[in-house]
Nanobody, 125 residues
């Protein structure tokens, strides 16, 4: 069982930056694939980024070159640095985790077993 607690959301002007953090419980954090998703009102949950055991990263085209995800396995924490934010980035952001036996990543939210509570990110124009 893994519990995920997110922090770092808020209100920012377009062009600004925010850094989200997701702290995980559990002793085998380094064997979890971590993902970031977001959901805007009336829309489906959308893949943002994922990071594998050894910190290989993958991004949705909409955030590539603006967002960066990283992980600190000693601190059981994954981060999402968001730069050059746009109003269309406004959403509730979720971190997610799933334990895997091989190093993979998933962009399908249905592959993730554990979810944080979500944190609101609002980008004003």
């Amino acid at each position: 069982q893994v519990q995920l607690v997110e922090s770092g959301g808020g209100l920012v002007q377009a062009g600004g930056s925010l850094r989200l953090a997701c702290a995980a419980s559990g002793r085998t954090f380094m064997r979890y694939v971590m993902g970031w998703f977001r959901q805007a009102p009336g829309l489906e949950r959308e893949f943002v980024a994922a990071i594998t055991w050894n910190a290989y990263t993958y991004y949705a085209d909409s955030v590539k070159a603006r967002f960066t995800t990283s992980r600190d396995n000693q601190m059981n924490t994954v981060y999402l640095q968001m730069n050059s934010l746009k109003p269309e980035d406004t959403a509730v952001y979720y971190c997610a985790a799933t334990w895997t036996t091989v190093e993979v990543f998933y962009s399908d939210y249905r592959q993730y077993a554990y979810w944080g509570q979500g944190t609101q990110v609002t980008v004003s124009s």
